[in-house]
């Protein structure tokens, strides 16, 4: 869990810096994204490190979902008598949803592969290769519509909410946090990622709609 | 005070349970919790009702022996074993609803009293030191930094009580198995066995059929004896290392 | 206080035998023979134990393991002796009544365990901490258990430290000591205020790791219920499974009574609610000598009863007693006052007044006494509770003193107090809700350790053959008194220590005759067992057991707790008798007893108080002494301190069961010291 929760984070991390080049403009964008397909040319074929990404992230999808699983299996098998009443008196809201904000994660990045990555729809309607070929292109006509930005703005919120527990828990599971200053730090590490990425991935939808990149 | 009781009652293990609710009156503010159900027993049995059965024993915080749900709350409201809760924590015209322990590695024996043998058990599979009898070097031949006796010590004063299992959404046992491994890890006398021991008491917490851990923190808040989650991450770096090293 | 220590050897007797020339319990006891122990050394003190280990027979480690040995209770004595026994590759069965073996009382202890190790180089050795031991005891104990004690003491904390016992270090990693009790030396090892949890967990983790292991089998909310004797030698029990309520029987080599103490008699006092006299009452009616039963130590710093409601009193730490002040109002007028609104010139400082010299820090039964004077003569504070008296009629009395912190905290500081007394002042604001850095603690003292038990031999072994007998189930090694931080040694010492040899060299002519449930020896008391429970279930009276347990507490605290007399014993005796009629007449179990049954566990076990408090008194009637925890208000000096009398009662009274209807047999095993020599203490 906290191994693939760690490709994940350092992933994002590169996804949202990529993202960010929207902020230099269409030609700057398109040339990193075309420059992702060649990079390591010649040593690797064409498209080889998007390959081996998105192999290693497949992977670590499967195991991380696959640790939830198990893990939300257990605790079912574990209580099969709930509580009449039960009260949290220390658990961040964050570290609750967990379950919940994968799931949500999950379905938007469904969705994301499909808007941006292998059916690249557009769903303002215009599937004309000029807007297909051209990320920018593509991107800026979909943020434009207020309900895309809002569909990614709600999943950016689950990705905070889920870095927030999964980077602290990701640092305890590692075994890095063995006292209350440490705790404290892993804390902090916590609210800066989820708030970094979360921020950062939702400045680019945000500025679309508000005609500051178009 | 008076007080509405529900409380959770059930024959035997395989029998049904189901709340029932009391109403108790005279309870007084200086009555422990276990008092003020000591209290509703005599009323039980002056009425000829059975008592409600519940485990305590040392009264005093220690032994761990105490359990109880208490309005969806590990030993209630405060930070302490439901033996040393006292009733001014509550106010007249409440209604507490009382529970068991809910874990199917925990199961009920009767009311309010479960089955901790499962602890006994993920000790046996490596939670000690092994030193016969009469087989111990001098005591001071091997000095123990005092900082590290100390975190063995605040480790060691786990009761086994089980709030943190209770409290767990997942109902795991890691903040009880961190705490051993820390303490006996802590002491140079721990060293040999260290990752032996967190392996084999990790697997035996699996094989009971405790939940995993992930790192909510209910079970530090619900422990009488404030052992921090520190331990948890002592755990895991000790189980990374015996993995590491194949133990 | 000063005191010369003069050393003899261990080879000529220093006192002659006493002679009783009074007999204020007669018509309530047959005088039996002389009791001698038959297995008592001889020679230098410092060489019997060592003489002793040699000359015992050892069991072929290929025939251990065909060795049954059954041990009830996994305290401190019990676990360790499990564990140890386990270790050396005997079957061993162990049970407790609690749901681990984990929860033994022993947990409770907080102040630290004693041992010779001379750690801080003040002059410490085995024979002082025996000789401290002897004393401190009232010159009641039998001088050879009490050297091995301290002998082994050292050996004690070389295992617990080896098997991760975290005791307090100093900076550089070296064991820390602090003086306890009165001591002049610094011997007491500590983990805290946490000793005895964390010497129970090693003995416990010990005990464990054999389960693992297969020589220990754990049998855990389980109750001795009777002893098994076949052809007069102690080959099994029969216990209750508590969870399914089926009687069971187990049998073995030898039976291990490690059962603890019975200061539950009393209702009221700082044991575990499941602490109880049944496992070493039921061997006593099947024979085993009861010994000393009137010695109980009364401790003064509790926390004070609320209401009729209390269940059971904890301790404060008699550290306390360095700093705080201990007064009551001199007026009774003022004792509902705010204490803060007492002036000092209207506060009696009683000990300080009383006791010039040790002011405070007089010892545990003096304080107490006076404290119960205080409150007797209505000027007790805190809540009104309600008390019976002779007459029956109830009235209303404060049972508490002041035990007033503020000079300390304005001489010190706040921060220094707390630092000194944190937990335990948490612990008494939670349980009383006042603060005591703003409000005087209130205490009082109640009942907390038994020196009376089985009587046993050097070895540990019950006039029953095959019973062994150890920890404070035993009588044997605090004599009238027990000194602070002693009872888990003496604990650890038995079970780690002492047990393991001396059951070598009775195991060593086993394995005995095998057995069955068949055999009419075990039968009769598996039905004995039944009959009792059936009785039980069957009377359906109106009384509840609680009210009647709470009774007995009530008469044994009044006529047999920090002052006894003989009016009030005889009188006591006479309460206890009706009692008994009314509990095997009117008593009320509800349930069936095969579930889980609360109700019949404690109608079991307070069936068995009631004799045993019937015991207490006469013996406490016999004894007109005061010494140690025993005081009779006859047997006093003219300033009120306990006087013993050694040319009277210089023995050990151990007490023969004289069967349903009769009256129990006294037996004397006179107490001669050869390695100290008796002497008069005095704290004015």
Redesign the interface.
């Known amino acids: 869990m906290a191994a693939s929760g760690i490709v994940f984070v350092l992933f994002v991390l590169v996804h949202m810096y990529g993202n960010l080049k929207a902020f230099s403009g269409e030609v700057a964008f398109n040339e990193y994204a075309h420059h992702l397909r060649i990079f390591g040319e010649p040593m690797l074929p064409e498209n080889g490190l998007l390959w081996i990404i998105r192999i290693v992230l497949l992977v670590s999808l499967v195991a991380h979902v696959g640790s939830a699983v ?2 939300m299996r ?2 079912r ?16 809201l964050s ?2 949803t ?1 379950r919940w904000g994968g799931l949500t994660l999950f379905v938007f990045l469904i969705w994301h592969l499909l808007n941006f990555t292998i059916v690249k729809i557009n769903p303002a309607g215009d599937q004309s290769a000029d807007i297909t070929e051209n990320p920018y292109r593509l991107m800026v006509s979909s943020f434009d519509l207020w309900w895309m930005t809002l569909i990614y703005l709600v999943a950016m919120l689950a990705l905070g909410f889920h870095l927030h ?1 999964g980077t ?2 990701a640092l ?9 200053s ?2 404290a730090k892993a804390k902090i590490a916590g609210w800066v990622i989820a708030i970094v990425i979360a921020g950062g991935f939702s400045l680019v939808p945000l500025a679309v709609l508000f005609g500051v990149i178009d | 005070m008076n007080l509405t009781l529900k409380i959770w009652r059930q024959a035997s293990s395989s029998a049904p349970g189901g709340i029932h609710t009391y109403q108790l009156g005279g309870v007084s503010e200086d009555m422990s919790f276990l008092e003020m159900l000591d209290l509703l027993n005599e009323e039980l049995v002056t009425k000829g009702e059975e008592p409600v059965a519940f485990d305590s024993d040392c009264r005093e915080g220690i032994c761990g022996m105490c359990s109880l749900m208490i309005n969806g709350q590990a030993h209630g409201p405060e930070v302490t074993t439901t033996c040393q809760l006292h009733m001014r924590s509550f106010k007249d015209g409440d209604t507490i609803t009382i529970e068991p322990w809910r874990a199917s590695t925990f199961p009920v024996i009767k009311d309010l009293i479960v089955d901790r043998s499962a602890f006994d058990r993920i000790i046996q599979s490596g939670g000690y030191i092994s030193a016969n009898t009469g087989s111990a070097p001098e005591a001071n031949s091997v000095p123990a930094p005092r900082d590290k006796a100390m975190h063995a010590f605040n480790a060691a004063t786990c009761i086994g009580c089980g709030a943190c299992v209770a409290a767990c959404p997942n109902g795991s046992a890691s903040l009880f198995m961190g705490a051993k491994i820390t303490h006996l890890g802590d002491l140079p006398q721990g060293q040999p066995e260290r990752y032996s021991r967190v392996v084999g008491m990790v697997a035996q917490h699996d094989h009971e059929g405790f939940g995993g851990c992930t790192n909510i923190g209910e079970c530090t808040a619900a422990c009488p004896k404030g052992i921090p989650l520190d331990v948890i991450s002592q755990l895991n770096k000790d189980l990374r290392t015996a993995m590491v090293h194949g133990f | 206080m000063a005191d010369t220590t003069t050393y003899y050897p261990g080879l000529e007797p220093t006192n002659e035998p006493s002679v009783q020339t009074s007999d204020d319990a007669a018509g309530y006891y047959t005088l039996g023979d002389k009791l001698v122990d038959p297995k008592a050394p001889t020679g230098q003190i410092e060489q019997r134990w060592t003489t002793r280990k040699f000359e015992n027979r050892l069991v072929n480690p290929a025939n251990r393991r065909k060795l049954d040995i059954i041990i009830v209770g996994t305290g401190l004595a019990g676990g360790a002796a499990a564990a140890t026994l386990g270790e050396a590759g005997y079957n061993v069965k162990s049970f407790c009544y609690q749901d681990s073996p984990r929860r033994a009382h022993s947990i409770a202890a907080q102040g630290g365990i004693n041992a010779s190790k001379n750690y801080k180089s003040d002059g410490d050795s085995d024979y002082r901490l025996f000789y401290d031991t002897v004393k401190g005891g009232d010159f009641r104990a039998r001088e050879s258990n009490v050297y091995r004690l301290a002998e082994v003491s050292t050996n004690i904390i070389d295992q617990c430290v080896a098997q991760g016992v975290p005791f307090a270090r100093e900076y550089g990693g070296l064991l820390d000591n602090r003086s306890f009790g009165g001591v002049l030396v610094s011997r007491t090892f500590y983990a805290r205020g946490q000793t005895g949890q964390q010497l129970l967990l090693g003995a416990y983790q010990a005990m464990e790791r054999q389960v693992a292991a297969g020589t220990v089998e754990a049998f855990t909310r389980h109750e001795m219920l009777d002893l098994i004797l076949v052809d007069g030698r102690a080959r099994g029990i029969v216990a209750r499974n508590m969870v399914t309520g089926e009687i069971e029987t187990h049998l073995a080599d030898v039976v291990v009574l490690a059962t603890g103490g019975y200061g539950n008699v009393f209702y009221l006092s700082t044991n575990a609610m499941g602490s109880n006299v049944m496992a070493a009452w039921r061997a006593h009616r099947k024979g085993a000598y009861m010994a000393n039963p009137c010695y109980t130590q009364i401790h003064p710093t509790c926390i004070p009863v609320t209401g009729a409601h209390q269940s059971k009193l904890t301790l404060m730490s008699e550290s306390l007693r360095n700093d705080g002040r201990v007064w009551v109002p001199k007026k009774a007028e003022d004792c509902d006052k705010d204490p803060r609104d007492i002036p000092v010139e209207d506060r009696d400082y009683f000990l300080e007044r009383m006791y010039p010299s040790y002011g405070n820090l007089v010892t545990r039964d003096i304080a107490s006494r006076a404290a119960k004077y205080m409150c007797d003569d209505g000027r007790g504070v805190g809540p009104q509770v309600e008390e019976k008296q002779k007459d029956g009629t109830t009235t209303l009395m404060r049972r508490g003193v002041y035990l007033d912190l503020a000079d300390a905290i304005a001489r010190l500081g706040r921060d220094k107090v707390e630092e000194k007394y944190d937990n335990l002042l948490d612990m008494y604001q939670r349980i009383t809700g006042e603060d005591p850095y703003q409000v005087p603690m209130r205490i009082y003292p109640a009942v907390h350790y038994v020196m009376g038990g089985l009587w046993v031999d050097y070895e540990l072994q019950s006039n029953i053959t095959g019973l062994f007998v150890t920890g404070e189930a035993n009588f044997s090694d605090h004599g009238a008194n027990r000194l602070g931080a002693s009872a888990l040694m003496q604990g650890l010492a038995d079970g780690y220590f002492v047990l393991p040899n001396t059951i070598a060299d009775y195991l060593a002519d086993g394995p005995f005759e095998k057995l069955d449930d068949s055999h009419p020896a075990v039968q009769e008391a598996l039905t004995s067992v039944t009959e009792r429970v059936d009785q039980l279930m069957s009377i359906n009276g109106e009384r509840s057991v609680e009210s009647i347990h709470k009774e007995l507490g009530h008469i044994m605290w009044e006529y047999c707790g920090m002052e006894r007399t003989k009016e009030g014993l005889t009188e006591a005796i006479g309460l206890i008798r009706e009692l008994k009629k009314e509990f095997w007449t009117n008593v009320k179990v509800l349930g069936s007893a095969d579930s889980l049954n609360q109700d019949l566990e404690k109608a079991n076990r307070v069936a068995d108080f009631i004799e045993l408090g019937e015991l207490m008194c006469i013996d406490a009637l016999n004894r007109r002494e005061s010494c140690g925890g025993h005081f009779r208000g006859e047997s006093q000096t003219e300033d009120g301190e306990a006087l013993r009398h050694d040319d009277e009662f210089a023995y050990v009274a151990a007490w023969e069961w004289g069967g349903e209807d009769g009256s129990p047999v006294l037996h004397k095993e006179d107490l001669i010291y050869t390695a100290t020599k008796m002497k008069a203490r005095s704290y004015k």
């Open positions: 198990a893990l257990r605790a098998a574990q209580r099969p008598v709930k509580y009449q009443v039960k009260r949290n008196n220390a658990s961040s570290s609750r967990m527990h602290y828990s305890q599971t590692l075994g890095w946090v063995n006292s209350a440490a705790r």
